[in-house]
C-alpha cells in the first residue's frame, strides 16, 4: 500500500512540473513578444498603447525576477517538484542562447527605449 502511495504522489509531483512547466512557456513566449514589440517600437518610431503595456509586463517581470534573486519563480517550484531543470527557454533555443535571454532581452528592450527616446525628441524639435 505505501508503494502506491509514492507512486501516486510521483505521478502527482510529474503533472505539476508538466503544468508549471506548460506555464512558464506560455509566459516565456508572452514575455518575448513583449520584449520584441518594445524593441520594434524604437526601431520604427511607432508606439502604440500595445507598446505600453508590453512595457510594463517587461518591468514587471523584471521586477519578479529582481525580487527573486535573479530566478524565475517557476522555475524555482518545478525544481522543488523534482524536476531536473525547471527552465523553459532551453526546450526551444541552444544551450548557449538560453542562458543569455535575460541579458538578450534587457538589451533588446534598452534599444527600444532609446530608440522611442531618439523618435520622439526628433518628432519636437520638428515643430
Known amino acids: 500500500m505505501e508503494s502506491s502511495t509514492l507512486q501516486g504522489d510521483s505521478r502527482r509531483a510529474t503533472a ?18 513583449c520584449v520584441l514589440r518594445v524593441f520594434y517600437s524604437g526601431i520604427t ?11 510594463t509586463a517587461v518591468i514587471g517581470e523584471g521586477l519578479v525576477f529582481f525580487g527573486n534573486g535573479w530566478r524565475c ?3 524555482d517550484m518545478a525544481e ?7 527552465t523553459v527557454g532551453d526546450i526551444f533555443l541552444p544551450g548557449w ?16 527605449l532609446a530608440g522611442m527616446g531618439l ?3 526628433a518628432s519636437t524639435r520638428g515643430k
Do not use: C, Q
Not at 505539476?16 to 513578444?33: N, R
Not at 518610431?45 to 512595457?55: A, D, E, I, N, Y
Not at 522543488?80 to 525547471?86: A, E, Q, R, T, V
Open 97 to 112: 542562447f538560453a542562458r543569455r535571454i535575460p541579458e538578450v532581452s534587457s538589451t533588446m528592450v534598452v534599444v527600444g
Open 119 to 121: 523618435h520622439r525628441l
Open 73 to 75: 519563480p517557476l522555475t
Open 16 to 33: 505539476l512540473i508538466a503544468l508549471i512547466k506548460s506555464v512558464h512557456t506560455l509566459i516565456f513566449a508572452g514575455m518575448g513578444a
Open 45 to 55: 518610431g511607432r508606439v502604440s498603447r500595445l507598446t505600453w503595456v508590453s512595457l
Open 80 to 86: 522543488d517538484l523534482g524536476s531536473s531543470n525547471g
